[in-house]
């Protein structure tokens, strides 16, 4: 393994390159994640380009509730495009570096992404809680304008908090050793390398994170107390049904986003274990990102609704 030049910085350097070790450590199954993570990233582009697409073609689909799934869905393919493609080229070369500069890039598009994933996944919450708990002022509240402020909010939002925490993180002094024991520049593996005291900064970075998690999940939460309470009191079984329907694939959604990041992220230092934070990272990275069109498309009715529409106009077309 190539040796890692740095620039000096006083006792500690400025590392040229980080070596991402990876899966490293399981070299006869680097063909097999090989094809488990390329299937899982084609499976992830087909299906949310498969709603952008959808979303988009058929004019029953354009309102709120489509137009946030659209962006879940872009947003979805940008996330998984972040990691997956490097992954896949480290488990086929001898070469696992990459660049200071290209950590850095990695690391903000990656938090970036996630944390207006949160923030988007709230907004979604509030067209819910609109829909069903205030249905006659629905198309006043959730105007075009509202959708693309919101929309624009949660990305924004992710942008500037994640722009302040990757310049906190690299600008830390290292070890000389720059190893990082994970398959992307995650910050975890990052302050393990970071010498000195980092105290302040490792607190700065774990409110910062506690608060693009914790925020963004309590509008979701007080979204879902409403829906909830509002969908018990309605008098018709059906009614009931329905309307939990229409917010189900959202709430699971929810779960899978929130469940393993906050294990990962919101737990003490002392008890983070590198191939543990493996395991919970391809879980929200990889995992969820697949199955959140399928949980999207399979449980929704007015999506295939809207696919055999499609083809039926293409057959004849034909």
């Given amino acids: 393994m190539e040796n890692v030049k740095g620039l000096a910085a006083g006792n500690h350097t400025v590392p040229a390159k980080f070596i991402l070790l990876g899966f490293s450590n399981l070299p006869r199954q680097k063909y097999l994640l090989f094809s488990v993570f390329l299937s899982a990233y084609l499976i992830t582009l087909a299906g949310n380009l498969f709603i952008i697409v959808l979303t988009l073609a058929d004019p029953a689909l354009h ?113 000389h050793s720059h190893e990082i024991n ?66 189900s694939s959202h709430l699971l959604v929810v779960m899978l986003s929130y469940g393993s990041a906050c294990i990962m992220y919101l737990k003490p230092k002392s008890s983070y274990s590198p191939n543990t934070a493996k395991v919970l990272s391809l879980s929200y990275s990889i995992i969820t990102p697949m199955l959140n069109p399928i949980i999207y498309s399979l449980r929704n009715k007015e999506m295939w609704g809207a696919f055999w529409r499609m083809m039926s106009e293409e057959g004849s077309v034909e």
């Avoid at 947003?75 to 200071?100: G, H, M, R, V």
Wanted: proline share 5%.
């Fill in 63 to 175: 309102f709120p509730m489509y137009f946030f799934l659209r962006n879940l869905s872009f947003l979805e393919i940008c996330y998984t495009s972040i990691n997956i493609p490097k992954i896949l080229a480290n488990l086929l070369s001898e070469d696992q570096t990459i660049s200071f500069i290209g950590c850095a890039v990695q690391n903000f598009f990656f938090f970036f992404l996630a944390g207006s994933k949160c923030f988007l996944l709230a907004s979604m919450a509030y067209d819910r809680y609109v829909a069903i708990c205030k249905p006659l002022y629905y198309p006043v509240v959730m105007s075009r304008k509202v959708c693309t402020g919101l929309a624009a909010g949660s990305w924004l939002g992710g942008l500037l908090i994640f722009f302040g925490l990757t310049v906190m993180v690299f600008t830390l002094p290292f070890f």
């Fill in 182 to 247: 994970h398959f992307f520049c995650d910050i975890p593996p990052l302050l393990k390398l970071a010498c000195g005291d980092t105290s302040g900064k490792e607190i700065a970075v774990f409110i910062m994170a506690l608060f693009v998690v914790t925020f963004p999940f309590m509008l979701t939460l007080m979204s879902y107390v409403c829906i909830i309470s509002t969908i018990l009191r309605m008098p018709s079984t059906e009614g009931r049904r329905k309307s939990f329907s229409t917010c």
